[in-house]
T-cell receptor
């Protein structure tokens, strides 16, 4: 089974420039997550999709970050304009859908290798 | 809650010893906990999970202990091997949320 794919693996940009990251989840995984991992810290959720709908974007800096998953499969995360503090690894993860009631069943999240962004 | 800081706490052990990595969580509503292993340049990899109705769960060479009273989680690795060297994160979530809140991580270094 192929894992979560992300591209590019590395990106270096100057502040105020724009950048986009791409994620292809595991086939059949309806839930997709974007996490930001700053050096020395654990990943922090930015946005969660179920199919093509947003479930949770409460921690997404919406003035500069945007994400979409138009067809419910691949997703892109964009930063415009980038700031120095956006330097981090951006991780994409996917999981199977939990029951509609959201009951006490949890599906394992599978993470991609991440995109390391450096903002100069 | 989230931790800050550029320097991860480090646990250094000898090959063959047992390792214990600890984690404190803050959300009393969390009912599902996971340990992840992250090697350099890779995404986090699932190790073992535990639900809040359990105190202990064992896997292959790993054991997770949960103390809900003090909101503490630990990961025990038996007979630690060089391949276990990585950063280990605990993560928590609660019914209905699914997305994970990660702890600050511990770097495990295994000396041959």
């Amino acid at each position: 089974e192929a894992g979560v794919a992300q591209s590019p693996r590395y990106k270096i940009i100057e502040k105020r420039q724009s950048v986009a990251f791409w994620c292809n989840p595991i086939s059949g995984h309806a839930t997709l997550y974007w996490y930001q991992q700053i050096l020395g810290q654990g990943p922090k959720l930015l946005i969660q999709f179920q199919n093509n709908g947003v479930v949770d974007d409460s921690q997404l800096p919406k003035d500069r970050f945007s994400a979409e998953r138009l067809k419910g499969v691949d997703s892109t995360l964009k930063i415009q304009p980038a700031k120095l503090e956006d330097s981090a690894v951006y991780l994409c993860a996917s999981s199977l859908v939990v029951g509609a009631s959201g009951g006490a069943v949890y599906n394992e999240q599978f993470f991609g290798p991440g995109t390391r962004l450096t903002v100069l | 809650g989230e931790s800050v800081g550029l320097h991860l706490p480090t646990l250094s052990v000898q090959e063959g010893d047992n390792s214990i990595i600890n984690c404190a969580y803050s959300n009393s509503a969390s009912d599902y906990f996971i340990w992840y292993k992250q090697e350099s340049g890779k995404g986090p990899q699932f190790i073992i999970d535990i639900r809040s109705n359990m105190d202990k769960r064992q896997g292959q060479r790993v054991t997770v202990l949960l103390n809900k009273t003090v909101k503490h989680l630990s990961l025990q690795i038996a007979a630690t091997q060089p391949g276990d060297s990585a950063v280990y994160f605990c993560a928590e979530t609660y019914t209905g949320r699914r997305a994970l809140t990660f702890g600050s991580g511990t770097r495990l270094q295994v000396q041959p």
